[in-house]
């Protein structure tokens, strides 16, 4: 499979290309930056550089064209201020639905939050953070055209990945390695059994493609 991430030079989205190479699938990690380009390449993955916040669709959807799957990692990050949290973590996350739209790449996985919620009160940078994300994730969930996936991690953690989850439409809240969550998205982006489906992920005690297997049959 050839697979298209946003955010490619993210925590998670290193660890995904990883394993995707590593499973002899073609990563393609879109960056902001060329002095980037190195890490995406030592993770096995090719890195193309594309803003998200100043692309446009069509410059978007070219990268896409020829895909499987497409996910979304990208983030503005814990240090960035609210306008940023609007226009990577909402409007750079509708901007990649609809590029994948028009490349006609029907896979979608989102790599979004738990807690994430359109309607989220509060006037904190976090709190903005998840109404982006939720204003996101609805936008995601009405495209027809595209088999989507939304994953709602627990606290991210450095820790090293267990291989044992828990992912269920809703977990409760709880920490997760980042190891984790690429293993969990990596077993998605091939499982269009869980299209349609929002799920919350967490440290648990079922691996990972048992979990997503799960899933699939609910």
Request: glycine letters at 12%; hydrophobic letters at 45%; aromatic letters at 2%.
């Amino acid at each position: 499979m050839r697979i298209v991430i946003a955010g490619g030079h993210g925590q998670i989205a290193l660890r995904l290309e990883r394993l995707l190479s590593a499973g002899g699938h073609e990563a393609v990690g879109l960056i902001r930056r060329p002095e980037q380009a190195e890490a995406l390449r030592a993770a096995g993955a090719e890195p193309v550089v594309l803003d998200l916040e100043s692309a446009s669709v069509e410059e978007v959807a070219e990268v896409l064209r020829g895909a499987d799957a497409a996910v979304f990692a990208a983030g503005a990050g814990p240090d960035s201020g609210a306008a940023r949290k609007e226009t990577v973590d909402r409007a750079a996350a509708v901007l990649f639905a609809d590029a994948a739209e028009r490349a006609g790449v029907r896979r979608f996985v989102v790599v979004s939050s738990m807690g994430a919620d359109a309607d989220h009160p509060g006037d904190g940078v976090f709190d903005v953070y998840l109404r982006a994300k939720g204003a996101a994730d609805d936008a995601v969930r009405s495209r027809t055209g595209l088999e989507w996936t939304i994953l709602r991690p627990g606290m991210l953690t450095n820790d090293a990945g267990t291989g044992l989850v828990r992912l269920e439409a809703s977990t409760g809240r709880g920490p997760v390695p980042r190891d984790d969550v690429a293993a969990v998205l990596a077993e998605l982006v091939d499982s269009p059994g869980t299209a349609g489906l929002t799920l919350e992920l967490v440290s648990g005690s079922t691996p990972v493609a048992v979990a997503v297997t799960d899933v699939a049959g609910n």
